[in-house]
């Protein structure tokens, strides 16, 4: 039987984002390969009942990095929304960051309970990437800083060790050094590439493990447990809702709303 992949076996966003997402985090499509998929009831994108609760909460990083990733892909793809709304960008960057770690964290504890030794895990490059990106991403609780414009009226963004400097409107438009910006889309597409990199990496590693991990007695005992939903609407392929028949057609369109 061949191996299942996103864009037959995936979710809705799954399957619309990869062809365009396999080419920066091709390691997801591995590691829901590893552990994701056999979650799942027989048949089926849901995930099953009564899962090990580790195993569920992996699932869900997992899925959240990936969701959070592509939507800032797809945003910074939008050349007027990612001029106009960077911030908001960063804020898909970041969550996407910070869920990643947690995925990191979930599968480093998953690894050392089933096989008694530590998962080898560099999470250091996806820190470093963080602490710029955090720059730009706490803005979506502050004020909006003004954006300049540069000698050909490209729209520029404080470079994130300058951020501290241009608080204030009137500091980027009448005490700005040209040297202390940075082009928008140059500053967001240098922000995503180094976070997807980032994201690789760690999951290449954890793909590594995982060749040893699925072996292990332990490890497949309780991957394999939990049961199927008997009714249940899938959100996405690392959660699952029981819903009503009052409640399904609201269901209903979220799963059917593009991206």
């Known amino acids: 039987m061949a191996n299942p992949t996103l864009l037959s076996d995936g979710d809705l966003i799954e399957r619309e984002t990869w062809?365009?997402?396999e080419h920066v985090f091709p390691h997801y499509q591995?590691?829901?390969?590893?552990?994701i998929w056999h979650l799942r009831s027989a048949n089926s994108i849901f995930l099953r009942g009564n899962l090990d609760e580790s195993f569920e909460e992996l699932a869900m990083f997992h899925y959240s990095t990936y969701v959070s990733l592509a939507e800032a892909h797809q945003r910074i793809q939008n050349q007027r929304e990612m001029i106009l709304f960077p911030h908001e960008v960063y804020w898909h960057l970041g969550r996407a960051g910070e869920i990643g770690l947690e995925t990191i964290?979930?599968?480093?504890?998953?690894?050392?309970?089933?096989?008694?030794q530590?998962?080898?895990v560099n999470a250091a490059p996806l820190d470093?990437?963080?602490?710029?990106?955090?720059?730009y991403r706490n803005l979506i609780h502050a004020p909006i800083q003004a954006v300049g414009t540069g000698e050909e009226n490209s729209r520029e963004i404080p470079k994130p060790d300058k951020l501290e400097f241009y608080r204030k409107w009137s500091d980027t438009f009448y005490r700005r050094n040209p040297d202390d910006f940075v082009g928008v889309d140059v500053q967001l597409n240098a922000d995503f590439?180094?976070?997807a990199s980032a994201l690789e990496g760690a999951w290449k590693m954890m793909c590594d493990?995982?060749?040893?991990?699925?072996t292990n007695r332990r490890y497949l005992e309780r991957r394999s447990s939990g049961i199927s939903p008997s009714t249940?609407?899938?959100i996405i392929s690392g959660t699952f809702i029981n819903v009503s028949s009052a409640s399904a057609s609201a269901s209903t369109r979220i799963l059917t709303r593009k991206s």
């Open 19 to 21: 062809p365009e997402m």
């Open 30 to 35: 591995d590691f829901w390969q590893f552990h």
């Open 105 to 116: 964290q979930k599968f480093s504890q998953i690894f050392k309970e089933c096989t008694g």
């Open 118 to 120: 530590a998962a080898k």
């Open 128 to 135: 470093d990437v963080l602490e710029r990106i955090r720059a």
């Open 193 to 195: 590439q180094s976070l």
């Open 209 to 214: 493990l995982s060749n040893t991990l699925c």
């Open 232 to 234: 249940a609407v899938s």
